[in-house]
């Protein structure tokens, strides 16, 4: 049994894309005056809406700024021409108006700032053109009350700043909710390990204690040099798991991209995760972990790991090991995280992710939410295998990138 989380995301996108080429193409066919007479006007929309139709669709796969500027580039050309190849239609002149709501779509600010600059300077271009140049000849209906049609050309763009500025603080309140979310997550993550790590401290230190307080009885030990060597050994497995732990419940103000080497980062969260493990008699085995790189924060890449890991081991009987691959595959870097323990039925995996979603008795049913969050914000995806009472395989996959 399979699922993945961006899969309904990515069909309501294609749907409706598709109703729009849908609609695009009709226009181009369905009782198209030019199309008896086939010139460069009808071979100008045909290509626009080809160039359209490409932009939306591979949109998903490259969701770069650039893109989007080509996007609405590309959409303004279409809308203008098919206004000025279609004189009779006067209804096009509704989708000028409303060019600036494509970017409303982004959620980008520059962007809608941008076109909203560019679509007011290219109706005022327009209206000069017909005022002037046309002389109401083929766009009666916008010549004979100009005043009226800029005065309704204004109002459009205002509603559509007010639906931007609406919308656009509502994203942003939740984004920040997120954030504090993930924040929360994390904090509660540190504190339980914190348990683990204090546990795995207090050995060495008792160690090193023990060896100092018999020095302080006997100067003359002729063992000494080992027990040096013993309590240095001993103070660094200390010292490591400290900073294991640090470098996670560091606050991350600064979520950088870095080339992430995924074998250490897979060490470093599989050395303080077997301290927490060690509570229920659980090991982490890291078997066939390849050279591998991906693009990604190192803290919240660690902190997805951390989520899936934990979540393994506590699905875990007492004594069983997880055991964690990773390989790369293609353009793809692949981890596996799999456990022998509960397992999920597929009811219950449909829910992964939803907030607050957990059948444990402290848990807080945010880790998956946060990982899938994490995933996406780096063009990864988790794909959760399982069969109840048998186990789960966890299977976290990323865009490779050369090391
Ligand atoms: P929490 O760990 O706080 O409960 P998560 O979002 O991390 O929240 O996980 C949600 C739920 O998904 C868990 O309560 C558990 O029931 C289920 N789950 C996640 N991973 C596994 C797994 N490896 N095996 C079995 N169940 C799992
Ligand atoms: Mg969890």
């Given amino acids: 049994?399979?699922?993945?989380?961006?899969?309904?995301?990515?069909?309501?996108?294609?749907?409706?894309?598709?109703?729009?080429?849908?609609?695009?193409?009709?226009?181009?066919?369905?009782?198209?005056?030019?199309?008896?007479?086939?010139?460069?006007?009808?071979?100008?929309?045909?290509?626009?809406?080809?160039?359209?139709?490409?932009?939306?669709?591979?949109?998903?796969?490259?969701?770069?700024?650039?893109?989007?500027?080509?996007?609405?580039?590309?959409?303004?050309?279409?809308?203008?021409?098919?206004?000025?190849?279609?004189?009779?239609?006067?209804?096009?002149?509704?989708?000028?108006?409303?060019?600036p709501a494509i970017s409303i779509l982004f959620f980008d600010i520059r962007l809608f700032y941008f076109s909203l600059l560019v679509n007011t300077f290219s109706i005022i271009s327009l209206f000069s053109y017909i005022a002037m140049v046309d002389q109401g000849h083929l766009y009666p209906y916008i010549r004979e009350d100009l005043i009226g049609n800029i005065i309704n050309?204004?109002?459009?763009?205002?509603?559509?700043?007010?639906?931007?500025?609406?919308?656009?603080?509502?994203?942003?309140?939740?984004?920040?909710?997120?954030?504090?979310?993930?924040?929360?997550?994390?904090?509660?993550?540190?504190?339980?390990?914190?348990?683990?790590?204090?546990?795995?401290i207090r050995n060495p230190?008792?160690?090193?204690?023990?060896?100092?307080?018999?020095?302080?009885?006997?100067?003359?030990?002729?063992?000494?040099?080992?027990?040096?060597?013993?309590?240095?050994?001993?103070?660094n497995t200390a010292e490591q798991v400290i900073s294991q732990f640090l470098s996670i419940a560091k606050p991350d103000k600064d979520t950088q991209i870095e080339l992430v080497n995924v074998k250490n980062v897979l060490q470093s969260v599989t050395d303080l995760l077997n301290t927490y493990g060690l509570l229920h008699d659980n090991k982490i085995v890291l078997e066939r972990v390849e050279d591998c790189y991906i693009a990604?924060?190192?803290?919240?890449?660690?902190?997805?790991?951390?989520?899936?890991?934990?979540?393994?081991?506590?699905?875990?009987?007492?004594?069983?090991?997880?055991?964690?691959?990773?390989?790369?595959?293609?353009?793809?870097?692949?981890?596996?995280?799999?456990?022998r323990g509960q397992g999920m039925s597929k009811e219950e995996m449909n829910s992964l992710g939803t907030p607050f979603y957990s059948l444990k008795s402290k848990g807080t049913g945010l880790g998956m939410m946060i990982c899938f969050n994490i995933a996406t914000k780096y063009k990864g995806t988790i794909h959760f295998d399982s069969v109840k009472g048998k186990g789960t395989t966890v299977t976290i996959r990323f865009p490779a990138k050369l090391g």
């Fill in 153 to 200: 050309f204004l109002g459009s763009q205002a509603i559509l700043y007010f639906i931007f500025y609406l919308s656009y603080g509502r994203l942003k309140k939740q984004q920040l909710y997120y954030e504090q979310i993930k924040q929360s997550e994390r904090l509660k993550t540190t504190g339980q390990l914190a348990a683990a790590v204090a546990h795995e």
């Fill in 296 to 339: 990604a924060n190192t803290i919240e890449f660690k902190q997805l790991l951390i989520n899936i890991i934990k979540n393994a081991i506590e699905a875990s009987k007492v004594g069983d090991s997880v055991v964690i691959t990773a390989e790369r595959k293609k353009d793809l870097v692949e981890i596996n995280v799999i456990d």
């Fill in 1 to 99: 049994m399979e699922i993945n989380y961006t899969k309904i995301n990515h069909k309501l996108y294609y749907s409706t894309v598709l109703v729009v080429i849908t609609l695009m193409l009709l226009g181009l066919i369905v009782d198209n005056p030019l199309l008896h007479h086939l010139g460069v006007g009808y071979i100008t929309h045909g290509v626009l809406v080809f160039l359209f139709s490409t932009c939306l669709l591979i949109y998903p796969k490259y969701k770069s700024h650039f893109l989007r500027i080509i996007i609405i580039i590309v959409a303004s050309t279409y809308f203008y021409t098919i206004f000025f190849l279609y004189p009779n239609t006067w209804s096009n002149f509704i989708f000028l108006c409303f060019i």
């Fill in 205 to 235: 230190l008792t160690v090193v204690k023990g060896f100092l307080q018999l020095y302080e009885k006997d100067n003359n030990n002729v063992n000494s040099k080992r027990h040096y060597s013993l309590m240095i050994d001993e103070l």
